[in-house]
């Protein structure tokens, strides 16, 4: 049983939990980064039971794993003062020329 096929079948639901957290535009990027993360732990440790359990997805192993990733892309974020484009103002244009959008 590939392991990274079976974390893909539940590839939105994990989409969702990151969202959930407050990521918006980066909840790919974190769900990506979790999925090498657990491939890393998998080779290294030989743990495929950690994270397959009776045929099925340990769902609280990924959820720890997801939340502990937006933690740590959090801090690194806060460190290099980068803005998250979800709390930019959107830039629309019309007749009168670019103008600031604010988003809800």
């Not at 957290?21 to 909840?27: D, H, L, N, R």
């Not at 980064?33 to 045929?55: C, F, M, P, S």
């Not at 460190?79 to 244009?93: I, M, S, Y």
């Amino acid at each position: 049983m590939n392991v990274l096929e079976e974390l893909g079948k539940h590839h939105n639901e994990w989409l969702r939990m990151v969202k959930s957290f407050g990521a918006k535009s980066e909840a790919e990027d974190i769900v990506q980064d979790v999925y090498l993360r657990i491939h890393k732990y998998i080779e290294k440790h030989q743990a495929h039971d950690k994270i397959i359990k009776d045929g099925k997805v340990n769902k609280p192993f990924v959820f720890i794993s997801l939340r502990n990733t937006y933690i740590m892309y959090c801090k690194d974020e806060k460190k290099r003062g980068a803005v998250c484009l979800d709390n930019l103002p959107e830039l629309r244009q019309d007749e009168e020329g670019l103008q600031y959008k604010k988003r809800k």
